[in-house]
């Protein structure tokens, strides 16, 4: 028996290129972490993570920002 495909949780195409930048370096600093943790490199594993928070706050303050925007538009 097949299961069905997953659906992606976000659309593929990204069109705003700081988004796509920002996800590329996630998807590094993940692809790094992931690998750190295979190779028992738990220094590694922790500087991936902050890593990866960073970016977080940074998209976090992007989609702030986003929505403060829309917020001015709809008034």
Known sequence: MKTA???????TNL???VTRAL????DAAHTEGMRAINEHDF???SKAIDRERKLI???K?????????QA????
Do not use: C, G, H, N
Request: hydrophobic share 25%; net charge positive.
């Open 61 to 69: 303050k992007r989609i702030a920002a986003q929505r403060a925007k």
């Open 15 to 17: 069109k705003d290129p």
């Open 23 to 26: 996800k590329a370096d996630f």
């Open 5 to 11: 495909p997953l659906r992606a949780r976000q659309p």
């Open 43 to 45: 220094e590694r594993v």
């Open 72 to 75: 001015t538009r709809s008034r």
């Open 57 to 59: 706050d940074e998209q």
